[in-house]
Structure formats: C-alpha cells, structure tokens
C-alpha cells in the first residue's frame, strides 16, 4: 500500500507537467483546428531559458531562491511567448487558409528548425541544474520499512497547476479575451465580421500556450535537475496523446488526459517494465480512442450544411 502511494504521488505529479503542455495543444487546436507540433520544443526552450538563467543570476550573486525562482519564471515565459508568437507568425499565420496538410508539415518543420537551433546554441550534451532550489520533503507514512515522502517541489508543482488550470479557465469564461477566443472556435468567418480582430485572438493563444509550456519547462527543470535539446519531442508527443485522451479542445480534458499519461507511466514502471512504460501510455490511449473517437471529455463536431 506504501509503495502504490508513492507511485500515486509520483504519476500525478508528473501529470500536471504533461497537462500544463497539453494546455497549449488544445488551446491551438480549439480556435484554429490545427495541430502546434512545434508545442514541445517551446517547453524545451523554457527549459533551457530557465538554466540559462539560473547561471547567469548565480554569477552576479543573487542567491535568493524566492527571487529567483521568480525571475526565472518571468524570463523564461518572455522568451517562450516570443517565440510561440513567431512560430504562429511564420508556420500558422501564411497556410492558414490552405488544406490542412501544409500547416501540419509547417509545424513540424518548425519543430525540427528549433531542435537544431537549440542543439547549435547549448551544444548537444545535457545541462545540468547542479544545486536544487526546492529541497526537503514530508514524510506521509511509513510501512515495512518503506517511507511515503511527497517533497516540496512536487507540492509547488501540482499546486502551480491547479491555480493555472483554474486561472485559465476563468479568463477564458469571464474575460473579452476569452469571448473572442470562444467566437472564434465556433465561427472565425462571422467572428470577423462581428468585429472580432481574429489574427490578435489567435496570436494571444499562441502566447498564452508558449508561456504554459515555459512554466511546464522550468518545472521539469527543477524536478529533475536536467534538460536536453531532445526532450521537447517525447514530452511534447505525450503532451499531445494526453489532450487527445481527453478531448483537443477541453482544457480540463487536456489536463485529465495528462494526469491519466502521467500514472500510467509511473504505474506501468513501477510494477512492469520501465522500457515499455510509453508502449504502455500509448496503447492505452488507442484503446481509449476506439471506444470514445472524441476522448474522454471530448465533444463531437457538429458540421452543419
């Protein structure tokens, strides 16, 4: 029993980062219909933004981890916003009244360019944070020998997600912002016409997206202690199966879809075999797929003619 809540903790915290990712994966596909595969490769850049300055506020001397944890945030989603607005710019903005095959290969295009871009800027070795900010941790229980410790830092990060997913939530139903984004998901055409400045409510998304998938990298960061230029794809690939798990377009879906990745990762690590812990996550996902098309608290689409 210990150790099946150990495991608990651990998958719900790792849920909340691949739900915090898949925020912006369906908050793209709710408005636009399209697909941001460039998504995770903004989460790596977070990453790599977060380090970067963490070294750099370390050499002039600021060691006050409240400050600079703050600070850090706040770069690291300045950086990543700029560049979900580019990426929105160059691959979304040109192709979006093409087929939709053509964003589909922009995107991805874009996520490569951003893979390399990194790699040829940080090198390709990993980087290392070295000294946790967020240390110490709550021993829960113990049985048999075996200690349940849930540490501060998986404290502050489901904590973080709870107050941005309710955040997001209330600004996207009580906010201008929010009615023009819900006008646009339902008819951009008519939006338009209604006074809607669409190119804006879509260039917010992407920023608003970009500057999730920063908090989610200066999480994963912090809880892991390392990052790399090739972490984006995979965490940006499970962050995509989550949202599609539970229904593009539902921000409470994409963070329940996260949470279910994340406890099947862990689970199917802890009692299975760790090297088919994504084998695991992704067959369950296309079993749900065949009983629900639209995920879990998905909504099918209603074409009308």
């Known amino acids: 029993m210990a150790y099946f809540l150990q495991q608990l903790i651990n998958g719900v915290v790792l849920g909340s980062i691949f739900g915090l990712i898949a925020i912006g994966y369906t908050m793209v596909y709710g408005i636009i219909g399209m697909v941001n595969f460039a998504h995770g490769d903004i989460f790596m850049i977070g990453g790599f933004v977060t380090i970067i300055t963490f070294l750099v ?23 990543t916003a700029l560049h979900g607005w580019a990426v929105e710019r160059v691959a979304y903005r040109p192709l979006r009244t093409s087929n939709r095959l053509a964003p589909l290969i922009s995107a991805i295009g874009m996520s490569i360019f951003l893979q390399n871009y990194v790699q040829i800027i940080q090198g390709a070795r990993n980087k290392a944070l070295g000294t946790p900010l967020i240390s110490g941790s709550i021993q829960l229980m113990e049985r048999d020998g075996f200690a349940v410790q849930i540490t501060y830092m998986q404290i502050v990060i489901v904590v973080l997600t709870i107050v941005l997913m309710v955040g997001f939530t209330m600004l996207i139903s009580n906010t201008a912002l929010g009615r023009n984004q819900r006008a646009c998901e339902q008819d951009m055409r008519m939006a338009r016409l ?29 809880y892991y202690g390392i990052i790399d230029f090739y972490v984006g794809f995979l965490a940006g690939i499970k962050a995509f199966s989550a949202a599609v798990l539970g229904g593009i377009g539902s921000l409470p879906g994409a ?16 009692y299975f075999s760790v090297e088919y812990k994504d084998v695991a996550a992704f067959a ?15 909504k099918p689409e209603i074409e009308k003619v």
């Open 57 to 79: 506020l370390g050499a002039i001397g600021l060691t006050w981890a409240p400050l600079a944890l703050l600070l850090m945030l706040v770069i690291a989603m300045g950086f």
């Open 284 to 298: 369950i996902l296309v079993l749900a797929l065949v009983f629900r098309p639209t995920g879990l608290l998905g």
């Open 194 to 222: 209604l006074g809607v400045d669409v190119d804006r409510t879509i260039s917010l998304t992407f920023v608003m997206g970009a500057a999730l998938a920063a908090v989610a990298g200066m999480v994963w960061l912090l």
């Open 255 to 270: 963070m329940l879809g996260g949470l279910l990745i994340g406890l099947i990762e862990v689970f199917w690590s802890a």
